[in-house]
């Protein structure tokens, strides 16, 4: 895209031309509900697309529709040429030393799955069992929780977790507490999906490893908006998804540490992830292959592949200070609403772009059907991070998030949105 001054009324960093942007994502151009402009505040949930991507996935099933490395024959060769280079785009992307620790999965859900499964049936130090403590947070999204809930259960572990404070951070006050030499691994959402609270993992993953443990970083809401250097970030593993990053749905990205994931066990058998095969026995193909059994998502990997470049082509800085300010002029426009409580942090220090809130009164359905007939597409209900909402006493909220494309014209469209679904309340 080219590199502009902001449009005026359009807001975001200085030298972002959001427009030259939201002219790649055809879906943004949409009228709903007859003659209404779509305004797409749902970018957490999962993003838009943009042109590069949807042609890239339309090329392959056009001319190199094949399976990937299993032919000789010319589509076979082209086909796994493209999906290898889609995994060499994502090791750039988040700056990993070595490609092959790159592992394509479905989600983020499977990639931690994987690692919980996995951590089960390991030898030692990575074995859970009896004895053994998982730490997690309160701020977790289900993909993040329920994995260790059920490793805790099968496996006789003890499941810990640190809270939330009142404004929405994580509370640290208890972690030396909590991290012990039974710790066997700390699992923490990098940017949550509720709150937008952006945590300290670094700083997190340092302690833990003081006490030997592994540290998985959960980052499906900061890989679309932050700049994602697993190389410094002090994670043993993290997990990823493509939907939320302008990739196709269906395909999703575990990173680990090489000696991690060669001591963890595999999660799937089947083909490809195989070396050679008895009846009695198998032995295991080399990483990543020995975590992507059977045929994968070919077409969504290279989706992935070309998202990854469209948003370097950006600029992962770029994005993040579009949204930064875009978000800070959410907030304060949201501040100023009558009976509108913000739930997460009120300012826009260390804060990602999903804005959550209720309205006195006025059930978050309401809200969002209301502000559907206006064209403003946000989201509602529990977002997957029922505790969350617990510690609030909510039973859910409203929630907008911004994305790339997302203008401070938008916001405004919000707001206005807002102000109508309170005059029609009373």
Not at 89 to 102: K, L, Y
Not at 225 to 236: E, F, R
Not at 402 to 423: H, K, N, Q, S
Request: hydrophobic letters at 40%; aromatic letters at 6%; charged letters at 20%.
């Amino acid at each position: 895209m080219t590199q502009a001054s902001a449009s005026p009324g359009t807001g975001g960093a200085p030298g972002y031309d959001v427009e030259a942007v939201r002219k790649d994502f055809p879906a943004l151009d949409r009228l709903v509900h007859g003659d209404r402009p779509l305004v797409y505040l749902d970018s957490a949930a999962t993003s838009q697309k943009p042109r590069a991507v949807l042609e890239a996935v339309e090329d392959f099933y056009l001319r190199h529709n094949a399976n990937v490395h299993r032919g000789v024959h010319t589509l076979a060769e082209e086909a796994t040429g493209l999906y290898e280079q889609a995994r060499d785009s994502v090791a750039r992307f988040i700056n990993a030393p070595d490609r092959d620790t790159v592992v394509f999965t479905k989600n983020s859900t499977e990639a931690i799955n994987l690692v919980a499964f996995t951590m089960m049936l390991a030898d030692p130090p990575y074995r859970v069992g009896p004895g053994d403590e998982i730490l997690v947070t309160e701020m977790e999204h289900h993909s993040n929780l329920v994995p260790w809930q059920l490793l805790a259960q099968r496996t006789g572990a003890r499941l810990r977790w640190l809270g939330i404070t009142d404004s929405g951070r994580l509370d640290l006050s208890r972690l030396d507490e909590l991290l012990t030499p039974a710790t066997t691994i700390v699992a923490v959402v990098h940017v949550s999906n509720i709150l937008g609270t952006i945590n300290p993992v670094t700083e997190i993953a340092r302690r833990a490893h003081e006490v030997g443990a592994l540290v998985l970083v959960d980052a499906s809401q900061s890989a679309p908006h932050l700049p994602l250097d697993v190389s410094t970030l002090g994670a043993d593993l993290v997990a990823f998804t493509g939907h939320k990053m302008c990739a196709p749905t269906g395909i999703g990205v575990l990173w680990g540490r090489r000696e991690v994931l060669e001591a963890l066990p595999p999660f799937l058998g089947g083909g490809e992830m195989i070396d050679t095969v008895t009846m009695e026995s198998a032995t295991y193909a080399a990483l990543p292959h020995k975590y992507e059994a059977g045929t994968p998502p070919i077409a969504e990997a290279i989706g992935l592949g070309a998202a990854v470049t469209y948003l370097t082509g950006v600029g992962m800085p770029a994005i993040a200070a579009h949204e930064h300010q875009v978000t800070a002029y959410a907030l304060g426009a949201l501040a100023e609403l009558p009976g509108l409580r913000i739930i997460g942090p009120s300012t826009p220090v260390d804060r990602g772009s999903a804005v959550s809130f209720v309205m006195d009164g006025i059930h978050p359905h309401d809200v969002g059907q209301l502000l559907d007939f206006a064209g403003v597409a946000v989201r509602v209900g529990h977002h997957c991070a029922r505790p969350v909402c617990s510690r609030f006493g909510l039973p859910s909220t409203t929630r907008a998030s911004f994305g790339l494309y997302t203008t401070t014209g938008e916001v405004d469209a919000l707001v206005a949105g807002l102000r109508r679904v309170r005059e029609v309340f009373g």
